[in-house]
């Protein structure tokens, strides 16, 4: 009996040389070079794969006189091959075109719409593989490594290109979309607070607006020239308390491309925190964000009522200035009186206000410019006062930091997207941020799933001009 590796699969060039690979091994003495061996053999399997992809792609080919697309007629056209790439590699088939029967617009390709061919040019695992691996890396990087692992290849142009479709066809259903991948997603019923926080990053910037607004600006903008800033958003279930804090069960990540307000990322977050409200009724809610205005009017327009905390870190970085401006930066007093200060602000009920006492006296005691820097301190801690209560927040089991927030800037935003030499336009920005803010919010298959299938397309034999209806043919 032959063994399960004589089995002829198709008779095809890559399955025959595929045989004659393997005889020749083995039958051969080891040449030494296991590397060597490792990587044709590789290929291979890989030339073999493809084919099989091939033959399985074909299969979505429609021959019939017409067919209906969309409620349009399209009468048949030439056969011609073409080339596409799967995960395993280029493949090239025949496929028939059918040309608008009112002579309106473009031919179509039934094999490439009933199969979910995306853009045109890829298969669904091609193309997944792809987006995954360009999201966490830059696309020569990702060139290199498809290349290094000796599948398909895609190019860089190639891997900068699809991101920017898959997400322009996101934008295009996001809203439907984005509520399918939250009903997807079970919300912790053991989550007894829920935290909503909203922060921003600076991301270097293609079309150079920052640059020209100030040069025609009296006003000086934030941020240095050729920046602007990508915010993120963060919804965060907790669980019960430990003794380092409540336990994090769950974090939806959102991060959006420069935008005058951020109504876009205002609406994500709403949708999202109405949604967990309705599932957490009874838990608690929190908002949590540094001073910056517009932070808060969005927090305070999505959650009101919610308990308002500032960032523990934020304040401890304010109270250092506040010291530093009066004792010296990095000078033994500043760190000791730093050092006692943060433990009380944190632990002690009257934290916040032996901060405000401190700080009042060395301002008044001051002159010039360092009275200036302690003075401006000083207002931080008035202004925010009520929303420092840490030691409060801590007995009620409520987080006191937006270190979930702060690492959502540096994984979505900064780790990908401030390297070296990079400058982004906003729809090529936002391709990144919206494929990292699946892939880091666990909603990356049932995201994926959802573009996928926006590129099938169901496609029926039309019926003939006797009368006779033709065979239906549908999207597999």
């Known amino acids: 009996m032959r063994g399960s590796h004589e089995v002829l699969l198709l008779g095809s060039p890559a399955e ?12 051969a003495v080891p040449s030494g070079d296991l590397e060597s061996f490792e990587r044709e053999l590789h290929a291979h399997l890989a030339a073999l794969e493809a084919e099989l992809v091939a033959e399985e792609v074909a299969k979505y080919d429609i021959d019939a006189p017409e067919v209906v697309l969309d409620g349009r ?98 934008e295009a259903n996001r809203l439907t979309w984005e509520a399918a991948v939250r009903d997807q997603q079970p919300i912790p019923g053991e989550a007894t607070v829920i935290a909503n926080s909203l922060d921003g990053v600076l991301a270097p910037m293609k079309d150079g607006k920052r640059a020209e607004k100030r040069m025609t600006s009296t006003k000086r903008p934030k941020g240095p020239a050729g920046y602007r800033e990508a915010a993120v958003a963060t919804v965060t279930f907790y669980g019960r308390s430990a003794e380092d804090g409540p336990e994090r069960l769950v974090t939806v990540r959102f991060g959006r491309m420069p935008e005058s307000k ?14 967990a409200r309705t599932a957490l009724p009874f838990a608690r809610v929190v908002n949590i964000a540094d001073g910056a205005k517009e932070n808060w009017r969005i927090l305070r327009k999505v959650a009101p009522g919610g308990t308002e905390i500032v960032d523990f870190f934020h304040a401890c970085e304010h109270l250092k200035k506040g010291l530093d401006a009066d004792l010296g930066e990095g000078t033994a007093d500043a760190k000791a009186y730093f050092a006692g200060y943060r433990e009380s602000l944190r632990d002690d009920d009257d934290g916040v ?11 008044n005691k001051a002159k010039g410019a360092k009275a200036k820097k302690i003075k401006a301190e000083l207002t931080y801690f008035r202004n925010h006062r009520k929303q420092m209560r840490y030691a409060e927040f801590k007995r009620q089991g409520l987080p006191i930091g937006s270190g979930v927030v702060e690492a959502a800037c540096k994984t979505l935003v900064t780790h990908r997207m401030k390297r070296s030499g990079m400058r982004w336009s906003i729809p090529g920005g936002q391709a990144i941020l919206t494929l990292r803010s699946l892939i880091q919010s666990a909603r990356w298959e049932s995201g994926w799933a959802l573009i996928a299938a926006s590129y099938v397309n169901t496609i029926n034999a039309a019926a003939s001009t006797g009368g006779e209806p033709l065979s239906e043919v549908h999207a597999a």
């Open 16 to 27: 025959v040389a595929l045989r004659q690979f393997l005889r020749k091994h083995r039958s």
């Open 73 to 170: 007629r399209f009468r048949r056209g030439q056969v011609a091959t073409e080339t596409y790439t799967s995960a395993a590699g280029p493949f090239t088939v025949p496929r028939r075109l059918y040309h608008p029967c009112d002579g309106v617009g473009e031919a179509i390709c039934p094999l490439e719409l009933r199969s979910g061919m995306i853009e045109g040019a890829w298969t669904p695992r091609a193309a997944r593989l792809m987006a995954l691996v360009v999201a966490n890396m830059p696309a020569a990087e990702a060139e290199m490594l498809f290349r290094e692992m000796g599948s398909m290849a895609p190019s860089r142009s190639s891997l900068e290109r699809l991101p920017k479709a898959l997400s322009a066809r996101w």
């Open 262 to 275: 951020k109504p876009t990322l205002h609406g994500q977050l709403a949708a999202e925190f109405a949604n």
């Open 353 to 363: 206000e032996r901060v405000i006492r401190t700080l009042l006296y060395r301002a």
